[in-house]
């Protein structure tokens, strides 16, 4: 069964990003989700032809973990958003765990906007580690490297040039403050409670 790209359609006239620089970015995403059914397909062929042992199955298969997860976190990135961004709740049980973790929401947003605003170009993204009950922002460099095995996504960021610069230039920071303009803080918090279940 083929992988299918979801419409973020819903997200054009979003205050702090033009309509063409999300169509772009729309389009880019649709590209993973193209790949990532054209290198499903080829290793399944490779794989019942008896190819697996060929270095083309092998760079296939490490391929597809890039492809697969540029997908998902745009999906995740995208849906993460929403025209009419607001203050995340402080009777929200996310936003007490924020508090109880860091110290304030202030802090955590600190480290967050310090780990997107990091030289080189990847995710900023707050995880929950459902191991040890931790929320934990991370960086994850080119889709495929810096996940940290176990934890779910709450808050992802696309800190990738196509993300911001062809409305902001290298004003990553502008960027970043536009982007916490629009979080669906909703959609965080329902991620959050999944998690921890």
Known sequence: MAFEPKNFDNLLGIPGFSDQMLKNHFTLYQGYVTNV????DSLSAMSKEGKTALP?????????????????LHELYFGNMKKDGFALSSSSAFRQEIVK????L???EK???????MRGIGWAVLCYD???????????????I?????????????????????????KRADYINA???????DTVSLRFDSAKK
């Open 106 to 108: 202030d802090a955590w």
């Open 37 to 40: 059914n054209k290198i499903s």
């Open 130 to 144: 459902g191991a040890s009950g931790k929320l934990i922002n991370i960086w994850v460099n080119e889709h495929d």
């Open 146 to 170: 810096g996940h940290l095995a176990g934890t779910e996504p709450l808050l992802v960021m696309d800190v990738f040039e196509h993300a911001f610069m062809l409305d902001y230039g290298t």
């Open 179 to 185: 982007f916490f303009g629009a979080i669906d803080w």
């Open 101 to 104: 973790q860091f110290g304030s």
């Open 111 to 117: 480290e967050f906007r310090a780990t997107g605003a």
């Open 56 to 72: 083309e199955y092998a760079e296939l298969r490490r391929r597809f973990g890039w492809e697969f997860n540029g997908m998902r």
